[in-house]
């Protein structure tokens, strides 16, 4: 079957630090991977997406690059800000039904 | 940039009681969801809706719960007799042509059953 296995948090650093959330992939196919961030309060926030083997996804000084070889997507920014502080989720787009799968998600916190 | 927004943010209700919430997707989207996270934990698939039908529904979605696009702008999921366990947060997401078009989701609406 189809899944998604994150990281367990919550992940805690200090502003200017290196992030690395992992994320690996069990699928069927090929599928499109995603992460999402959902600040307090707030609903899903696509974050960034690729589609194919060796992709990279960025936005907003994250990356994540699409390793079939691996089966892996994982997450990382050179240097977090307070303002990152969030729920970061990986998740698999099943191509045939269109619907998303989601990791557990990651709490990140980062204190100044 | 257009998004989804549901109604209401939160809702409160009595078990036993019927809810609808409500989801406006993007006007040129073509593909509908509802997903659920109970508090602290995954975002769970509850369904999806294309051309006025259900295309696949998981093993939560039973028999006391439906979705309905009724006017062509509004999308809404039902539940028709609450449990304490349907508390949870549930977003709405729509998505465009092209198989790797992701959803956008809406902020959710937080249903709690007392």
């Known amino acids: 079957g189809n899944s998604v296995t994150q990281m367990e948090g919550p992940v805690t650093l200090s502003e200017e630090a290196f992030l690395t959330i992992n994320c690996t992939y069990t699928a069927t196919g090929y599928p499109s991977l995603f992460w999402y961030v959902q600040y307090p309060g707030e609903g899903l926030q696509l974050l960034l997406k690729a589609t194919k083997a060796d992709d990279k996804g960025s936005n907003k000084g994250f990356e994540a690059t699409y390793r079939k070889e691996t089966t892996s997507f994982h997450l990382e920014k050179g240097s977090v800000q307070v303002s990152d502080s969030a729920v970061y989720f990986c998740a698999l787009l099943r191509r045939s039904q269109g619907n998303l799968i989601f990791g557990k998600g990651t709490k990140l916190s980062v204190k100044p | 940039e257009p998004e989804v927004t549901q109604t209401p943010s939160h809702q409160v209700t009595q078990m036993g009681q019927e809810v609808i919430l409500r989801c406006v997707p993007i006007s040129n989207h073509l593909y509908f969801y509802w997903y659920r996270q109970i508090l602290g934990q995954k975002v769970e698939f509850l369904v999806s809706?294309?051309?006025?039908?259900?295309?696949?529904k998981s093993e939560i979605f039973d028999d006391q719960f439906s979705v309905e696009r009724p006017d062509g702008s509004n999308f809404t999921l039902k539940i028709r007799s609450t449990k304490l366990e349907d508390s949870a947060m549930y977003f709405c997401?729509?998505?465009?042509?092209?198989?790797?078009?992701?959803?956008?989701f809406g902020n959710g609406t937080r249903l709690t059953v007392t």
């Open positions: 997401a729509s998505r465009g042509e092209g198989e790797n078009s992701p959803l956008h």
């Open positions: 809706f294309y051309n006025n039908e259900i295309s696949e």
